[in-house]
């Protein structure tokens, strides 16, 4: 079962464009992370969030979590082509801090 | 600079065939991890250990097993290769959150394992 639920799967947006990718849990997180992927390549971690309401941002990227801690968005200012690859969320369950799982990823691309 | 690393970038491998994936890390790190990605259900998390010769189920663990004799090092098995295992594997590893520290994880490149 997919205990973090991404939406929406793939997106296609013009250049400039504003978007918000979200990521909602079944169950209390203890943490939130979003990482980048490029295509063939590694993931890079972008941010990470942990209190219920905090908002973080990286140059155009900000990313926030609500209040009951199951629900984050991240939202993309202006976009550009560097920004196109495939936007992860994972997160860090309460009932095992060891753990570490993943949503299904959102598949940006952005046209020139 | 952190480096997780993953000894094969591409295998070929028959059905039936037992199939090792090795991942070394150089950061003292506690917590190792393996992950499965398939386009459209993201990364899936096979197996994790928090601490030499510990380890625990993830979501998928059926048809793998893993190894962690020494810190630096976790091995994925896979007894005895199916087509459906066919995938990007990806090692990751991470320290304990931390006052001052965020706990993500550090990923490998992947291996891509086809299996024939």
């Known amino acids: 079962s997919q205990e973090l639920e991404q939406s929406p799967q793939s997106l296609i947006v013009q250049e400039g464009k504003n978007l918000t990718i979200n990521c909602t849990s079944s169950?209390?997180?203890?943490?939130l992370y979003w990482y980048k992927q490029k295509y063939g390549e590694g993931l890079i971690f972008l941010m990470m969030?942990?209190?219920?309401?905090e908002e973080k941002s990286h140059e155009k990227i900000t990313a926030k979590l609500d209040e009951k801690k199951q629900q984050s968005s991240l939202h993309i200012t202006a976009s550009q082509p560097s920004h196109a690859g495939i936007y992860l969320c994972?997160?860090?369950?309460?009932?095992?801090?060891?753990?570490?799982?993943f949503g299904s990823g959102t598949k940006l691309n952005v046209k020139p | 600079d952190v480096k997780v690393t993953q000894s094969s970038r591409y295998l070929v491998k028959r059905t039936g065939e037992k199939v090792f994936l090795e991942c070394v890390q150089d950061?003292?790190?506690?917590?190792m991890f393996w992950y499965r990605q398939d386009p459209g259900l993201g990364l899936r998390l096979i197996y994790f250990?928090?601490?030499?010769?510990?380890?625990e189920k993830g979501d998928i663990p059926e048809g793998y097993s893993v190894s962690r004799e020494k810190k630096e090092r976790f091995s994925l098995i896979l007894e005895s290769a199916s087509t459906n295992q066919t995938s990007m594997y990806l090692c990751?590893?991470?320290?304990?959150?931390?006052?001052?520290?965020?706990?993500?994880?550090?990923f490998g490149e992947g291996s891509r394992l086809t299996v024939l």
């Open positions: 990751a590893s991470s320290s304990p959150r931390l006052a001052d520290n965020t706990g993500e994880l550090f």
């Open positions: 169950k209390t997180l203890y943490g």
């Open positions: 969030l942990q209190k219920g309401g």
């Open positions: 994972g997160a860090v369950p309460v009932y095992n801090f060891n753990k570490f799982y």
């Open positions: 950061m003292d790190h506690e917590n």
């Open positions: 250990s928090y601490d030499v010769k510990m380890k």
